[in-house]
C-alpha cells in the first residue's frame, strides 16, 4: 500500500513540475522569442506608451471617433467581465432593444438598411473590428465632427480595413482603435474627446 502511494506521489511530483512549470515556462520564453508582439498582447502603442491591443475592443461614443458594435462585456467594452447578453433569437427583450436601437441608428443616419453589427454584441463583448459597411455609416459624422473631407476619412478606414484570411476565412474588418489613431494622427481630436486609446468612462457604450 504505501509503495503504492509512494510511487504515485513520485509520478505526480514529477508531472507537476515538467507539465505545470517547465513545459509553460519553455513555450512562453519561445512564443516570446518566435512572436514577440502577439505573446505581448498584441498591444498597440502611440509616444512609447501602450494604448489598447488590437485585439480587445475598446469603447469610443464622441462623434469624431469611429464607434465600435455594442457590447454587454460590463457596462461596455470591460475587459475583465467578457460576455454576451445570452439573449437567444426569441428573447423578446433582445427583439424591443434591437427594433430601438435600429430605428435610432436609422434616424441618425439616414440609411434606409443597417449592417448586422451596428446593433448587435459580440459573443466576447470585446469585438475590435467592426465591418466596411458599418465603418461606411459612421464617415459623414466623423467627418462633420473633425471638419475634414469624408474622403480623407474613407482613406483611413481603407488602410486599416483587413481582408479575409488566407483570402477565405471570415469577412473584411476595420480595426477601430486603429482607425482612431490614424484619424488623431491626421487631425486634431475633437474638442472634448478623450484621445484615441483613453476611452473615458462617458465613452463605453451600453450593451
Known amino acids: 500500500m504505501l509503495s503504492q502511494i509512494r510511487a504515485a506521489a513520485t509520478l505526480l511530483g514529477i508531472l507537476t513540475v515538467l507539465l505545470g512549470l517547465l513545459y509553460p515556462a519553455a513555450m512562453t520564453a519561445i512564443a516570446g522569442a518566435v512572436l514577440p508582439n502577439q505573446a505581448g498582447g498584441s498591444l498597440v502603442t502611440r509616444d512609447g506608451q501602450a494604448v489598447g491591443s488590437s485585439l480587445i475592443g475598446q469603447g469610443f461614443s464622441q462623434p469624431g471617433y469611429l464607434q465600435p458594435r455594442p457590447s454587454a462585456a460590463g457596462n461596455g467594452y470591460d475587459a475583465s467581465a467578457s460576455s454576451g447578453t445570452n439573449l437567444g433569437p426569441t428573447s423578446a427583450k433582445l427583439a424591443e432593444r434591437l427594433k430601438a436601437d435600429g430605428e435610432a441608428m436609422k434616424a441618425a443616419t439616414g440609411a434606409a438598411t443597417l449592417p448586422a453589427d451596428a446593433i448587435t454584441t459580440s459573443g466576447s463583448g470585446l469585438d475590435p473590428d467592426v ?62 474627446g478623450a484621445p484615441a486609446g483613453v476611452p473615458t468612462a462617458a465613452a463605453q457604450p451600453t450593451g
Open 131 to 192: 465591418s466596411p459597411a458599418f465603418a461606411e455609416l459612421q464617415v459623414a459624422r466623423i467627418a462633420q465632427a473633425r471638419g475634414i473631407p469624408a474622403d480623407e476619412v474613407r482613406r483611413l478606414i481603407a488602410e486599416n480595413t483587413a481582408g479575409r484570411t488566407l483570402g477565405l476565412l471570415g469577412e473584411p474588418r476595420v480595426n477601430v482603435l486603429a482607425v482612431n489613431l490614424a484619424l488623431d494622427a491626421n487631425s486634431p481630436a475633437p474638442a472634448g
